[in-house]
């Protein structure tokens, strides 16, 4: 995984709530077997006309936020289903930051394993970045993991929380399961114990 | 932990499966089923592929193919779309290389793993059952933690039997009173999520409780702990009782004989304790709840079937009102509208919802020596291929295929658009599934969510309509 450090970049504003996963990446898209080359499918229903050719009024098809790095959306984004195939398609189209209110909870776990930052701040301060990210290139976002803050095109900082595990495999761009295979012998114990507790589950 | 303390049915299994407390609150979490289908392995097993790694307890888990498959004939053959075959081929390669077991196609268990992991026993109470699929939650019903994960969490499943959690917030929706005639399982969770919110579970697994989901059967709670996910929890359950212990015994991966009353003995442990704390409860009267049905492409607008379509400058938040007049164009919706007059073209009777004997059961009565309406095509779907046996068994098919409704085989289906069974841009389905999302049913398609009955009273009647108004004719 790609470590994320500080990131500045051009932020995309998306005033919609309940932003659900089958509009972030539809289900017709869920058929390949690789976890890359999927951000041309990003948004597709609403990036693309019928005869397949783009939506100009989609912000992604627009300059300079066809080269957007961080998202702004409003309550409740990545909601519905768990397909990771959500972040794996902002990852691609070159996302690295989504700032909502509110997050799907499986997007959000989800994110972080592929080394997107999911950033939760309230509405009004969500509303405000929106303004900023509305700018275009002139008001580039920063945002600073290790201090916790995003910084806005003004100077100011807004300090935004972020679980400190996750945080620590974040920065460092470590993998979940090199980390879990830590507690092996644990996890040995735990299944001798529970084997002979519940023989049932060991067919 | 102290043994003193009240503890709820989400605190007793989560604790009964802590292998570590890591400094910050993070727990390694044991995992005693991992169900997987073809969707969201692939990668997974490639990691693992990648990483040289194995998978730790094959037992522990099992696959099947379910989204991507055709429910006609045609499913035996080659698959015509060679992604989806790719997916599926990829899957029974996998399957082989890590000793996997795996229910295969022309297998009769074949079926939506949330239908085939209750009814095949492989789904358990008191288990931690996880699967790469949202709708996990449907399993919470037999009183286990359940819940959907990602494909990297898929991965580190496979690789290490458990994943790293943060413990969730508790919360308990209490359903009180005897449900109205026409209600069903359905209705009471399309309420719940109407009155929560699609982000009202948020971070919480909800438990639900009350007399009114103690009466329901087995399938009715799978039904509503399925859709906890579209009030935004991350799983739902219900405490195991006498209703579940009489479903699991004799179910083929069950426990037997001693090891079933020895499992029952844990089982009957695990209900919330007197005082155990909830940070945040909700209340609903059963007997308040009319047939639900959807308006617009959130689970949570929902409204009773005697309503009208809602008039965006009925709300008060600006925001709120762009999304609804979006909703009202994306549905081809007018304000004020009558729900009951609202013309369909597809009826779709199946998905990890509401695609059970029971559900199925349900459809039959009310389609029972009637006919589909002109011009509306409706499809039943059967849960499983053990479902679709037991409905042949009992006429069902006969009764459906009679009153004009294709009768198909297991899978998903027109759940969601990525097999042969989709929407055409433009059309109405009434629809028993569980998301109405823009596009969930196939690009420009229209989804109106709602119960088994009310999905063949619509298909009757040629537009959304009200059960009520069908009372079983057989
Ligand atoms: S029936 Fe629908 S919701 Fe259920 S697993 Fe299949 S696609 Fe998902």
Same mark, same amino acid.
């Given at each position: 995984?790609?470590?994320?450090?500080?990131?500045?970049?051009?932020?995309?504003?998306?005033?919609?709530?309940?932003?659900?996963?089958?509009?972030?990446?539809?289900?017709r898209?869920?058929?390949?077997?690789?976890?890359?080359?999927?951000?041309?499918?990003?948004?597709?229903?609403?990036?693309?006309?019928?005869?397949?050719?783009?939506?100009?009024?989609?912000?992604?098809?627009?300059?300079?936020?066809?080269?957007?790095?961080?998202?702004?959306?409003?309550?409740?984004?990545?909601?519905?289903?768990?397909?990771?195939?959500?972040?794996?398609?902002?990852?691609?189209?070159?996302?690295?930051?989504?700032i909502?209110?509110?997050?799907?909870?499986?997007?959000?776990?989800?994110?972080?394993?592929?080394?997107?930052?999911?950033?939760?701040?309230?509405?009004?301060?969500?509303?405000?970045?929106m303004?900023?990210?509305?700018?275009?290139?002139?008001?580039?976002?920063?945002?600073?993991?290790?201090?916790?803050?995003?910084?806005?095109?003004?100077?100011?900082?807004?300090?935004?929380?972020?679980?400190?595990?996750?945080?620590?495999?974040?920065?460092?761009?470590?993998?979940?399961?090199?980390?879990?295979?830590?507690?092996?012998?644990?996890?040995?114990?735990?299944?001798a114990?529970?084997?002979?507790?519940?023989?049932?589950?060991?067919? | 932990?102290?043994?003193?303390?009240?503890?709820?049915?989400?605190?007793?299994?989560?604790?009964?499966?802590?292998?570590?407390?890591?400094?910050?609150?993070?727990?390694?979490?044991?995992?005693?089923?991992?169900?997987?289908?073809?969707?969201?392995?692939?990668?997974?097993?490639?990691?693992?592929?990648?990483?040289?790694?194995?998978?730790?307890?094959?037992?522990?888990t099992?696959?099947?193919?379910?989204?991507?498959?055709?429910?006609?004939?045609?499913?035996?053959?080659?698959?015509?779309?060679?992604?989806?075959?790719?997916q599926?081929?990829t899957?029974?390669?996998?399957?082989?290389?890590?000793?996997?077991?795996?229910?295969?196609?022309?297998?009769?268990?074949?079926?939506?793993?949330?239908?085939?992991?209750?009814?095949?026993?492989?789904?358990?109470?008191?288990?931690?059952?996880?699967?790469?699929?949202?709708?996990?939650?449907?399993?919470?019903?037999?009183?286990?933690?359940?819940?959907?994960?990602?494909?990297s969490?898929?991965?580190?499943?496979?690789?290490?039997?458990?994943?790293?959690?943060?413990?969730?917030?508790?919360?308990?929706?209490?359903?009180?009173?005897?449900?109205?005639?026409?209600?069903?399982?359905?209705?009471?969770?399309?309420?719940?999520?109407?009155?929560?919110?699609?982000?009202?579970?948020?971070?919480?697994?909800?438990?639900?409780?009350?007399?009114?989901?103690?009466?329901?059967?087995?399938?009715?709670?799978?039904?509503?702990? !399925?859709?906890? +996910? $579209?009030?935004?929890?991350? &799983?739902?359950?219900? @405490?195991?009782?006498?209703?579940?212990? %009489?479903? =699991?015994?004799?179910?083929?991966?069950?426990?037997?004989?001693?090891?079933?009353?020895?499992?029952?003995?844990?089982?009957?442990?695990?209900?919330?304790?007197?005082?155990?704390?909830?940070?945040?409860?909700?209340?609903?009267?059963?007997?308040?709840?009319?047939?639900?049905?959807?308006?617009?492409?959130?689970?949570?607008?929902?409204?009773?079937i005697?309503?009208?379509?809602?008039?965006?400058?009925?709300?008060?938040?600006?925001?709120?009102r762009?999304?609804?007049?979006?909703?009202?164009?994306?549905?081809?919706?007018?304000?004020?509208?009558?729900?009951?007059?609202?013309?369909?073209?597809?009826?779709?009777?199946?998905?990890?919802? !509401?695609?059970? +004997? $029971?559900?199925?059961?349900? &459809?039959?009565?009310? @389609?029972?020596?009637?006919?589909?309406a %002109?011009? =509306?095509?409706?499809?039943?779907?059967?849960?499983?291929?053990l479902?679709?046996?037991?409905?042949?068994?009992?006429?069902?098919?006969?009764?459906?295929?009679?009153?004009?409704?294709?009768?198909?085989?297991?899978?998903?289906?027109?759940?969601?658009?990525?097999?042969?069974?989709k929407?055409?841009?433009?059309?109405?389905?009434?629809?028993?599934?569980?998301?109405?999302?823009?596009?969930?049913?196939?690009?420009?398609?229209?989804?109106h969510?709602?119960?088994?009955?009310?999905?063949a009273a619509?298909?009757?009647?040629?537009?959304?309509?009200?059960?009520?108004?069908?009372?079983?004719?057989?």
């Open positions: 995984m790609q470590a994320f450090t500080t990131l500045t970049g051009i932020a995309a504003p998306l005033p919609e709530a309940n932003v659900d996963t089958d509009k972030i990446i539809p289900a898209f869920l058929k390949t077997i690789a976890r890359t080359g999927l951000g041309k499918n990003l948004f597709a229903n609403v990036r693309y006309k019928a005869d397949g050719s783009e939506n100009p009024d989609f912000i992604l098809n627009r300059e300079p936020y066809r080269k957007s790095e961080i998202l702004v959306a409003l309550d409740n984004f990545g909601c519905g289903s768990s397909r990771e195939h959500a972040p794996w398609a902002l990852l691609d189209f070159g996302i690295r930051c989504v909502a209110p509110s997050f799907g909870d499986i997007f959000h776990n989800n994110s972080f394993k592929n080394g997107i930052l999911p950033i939760r701040l309230p509405r009004e301060i969500c509303e405000k970045l303004e900023d990210a509305k700018l275009g290139a002139n008001a580039r976002l920063t945002v600073d993991l290790a201090r916790q803050v995003v910084v806005r095109p003004n100077g100011e900082e807004i300090p935004f929380e972020v679980d400190a595990f996750r945080k620590h495999l974040l920065l460092n761009g470590l993998d979940d399961i090199g980390q879990t295979l830590q507690h092996a012998p644990a996890i040995d114990g735990f299944e114990r529970q084997k002979a507790a519940q023989p049932w589950l060991y067919a | 932990m102290s043994a003193t303390r009240p503890r709820t049915l989400f605190d007793k299994i989560w604790d009964a499966h802590v292998v570590e407390r890591l400094p910050d609150g993070t727990v390694v979490l044991y995992i005693d089923k991992h169900l997987t289908h073809e969707v969201t392995s692939p990668q997974a097993f490639e990691g693992l592929r990648m990483a040289g790694r194995k998978v730790r307890r094959p037992d522990a099992i696959a099947v193919v379910d989204h991507n498959i055709a429910t006609d004939a045609s499913r035996y053959g080659t698959i015509e779309d060679p992604e989806s075959r790719q599926v081929e899957l029974e390669r996998n399957v082989k290389e890590f000793g996997v077991p795996y229910i295969p196609l022309t297998d009769q268990r074949q079926g939506i793993v949330h239908v085939i992991g209750p009814e095949l026993g492989l789904s358990l109470p008191g288990m931690t059952i996880v699967c790469g699929d949202s709708h996990t939650s449907t399993h919470g019903a037999m009183g286990a933690l359940a819940f959907g994960i990602g494909t969490e898929v991965e580190h499943v496979l690789a290490t039997q458990t994943l790293l959690q943060k413990p969730a917030k508790n919360m308990r929706v209490l359903v009180e009173g005897n449900l109205a005639v026409g209600c069903t399982a359905k209705d009471i969770v399309l309420a719940i999520i109407g009155k929560i919110g699609t982000a009202g579970g948020t971070g919480h697994v909800i438990e639900y409780a009350g007399d009114a989901i103690r009466a329901l059967d087995m399938a009715g709670r799978m039904t509503v702990c !399925n859709m906890s +996910i $579209e009030g935004g929890a991350r &799983a739902g359950m219900v @405490a195991p009782d006498q209703t579940t212990f %009489d479903y =699991v015994k004799g179910r083929p991966f069950a426990p037997k004989g001693e090891a079933y009353d020895r499992a029952v003995a844990w089982w009957k442990t695990l209900p919330s304790d007197p005082g155990a704390h909830f940070d945040r409860e909700v209340k609903l009267d059963a007997h308040a709840i009319a047939p639900q049905v959807t308006w617009g492409t959130s689970p949570e607008d929902v409204l009773p005697t309503g009208n379509v809602p008039n965006p400058a009925d709300f008060a938040d600006e925001a709120k762009a999304q609804v007049q979006r909703m009202l164009d994306y549905m081809g919706l007018t304000a004020g509208q009558r729900l009951q007059d609202l013309r369909v073209d597809v009826v779709f009777i199946g998905s990890c919802t !509401n695609s059970r +004997i $029971e559900d199925l059961r349900a &459809a039959a009565a009310i @389609a029972e020596g009637r006919k589909v %002109d011009g =509306v095509r409706a499809l039943v779907v059967p849960g499983s291929g479902v679709k046996a037991q409905a042949e068994q009992e006429g069902l098919d006969r009764v459906f295929k009679e009153a004009g409704f294709e009768w198909r085989e297991a899978g998903c289906s027109m759940c969601l658009g990525m097999n042969p069974d929407l055409k841009p433009g059309q109405r389905s009434a629809s028993t599934s569980n998301r109405n999302f823009e596009g969930r049913q196939g690009p420009g398609g229209r989804t969510l709602l119960s088994p009955a009310m999905a619509a298909a009757l009647a040629g537009h959304l309509a009200d059960v009520r108004d069908f009372q079983p004719k057989g």
